[in-house]
């Protein structure tokens, strides 16, 4: 399940967040280094 979630963030999101934020270089985008999911 992670690479997939990698694999979009790279693809889709980290794109999106340098365009929104006019970043220049990709180390500047915030990266994703925990996910947690809660089920009860």
Do not use: N, W
């Not at 999101?13 to 340098?18: G, K």
Request: no cysteine; hydrophobic share 45%; proline share 8%.
């Amino acid at each position: 399940m992670a690479p997939r979630l990698k694999g979009k963030y790279t693809e889709e999101v980290m794109p999106a967040i340098m365009k929104e934020f006019a970043y220049k270089s990709v180390m500047q985008v915030p990266k994703i280094e925990k996910v947690i999911v809660h089920v009860t």
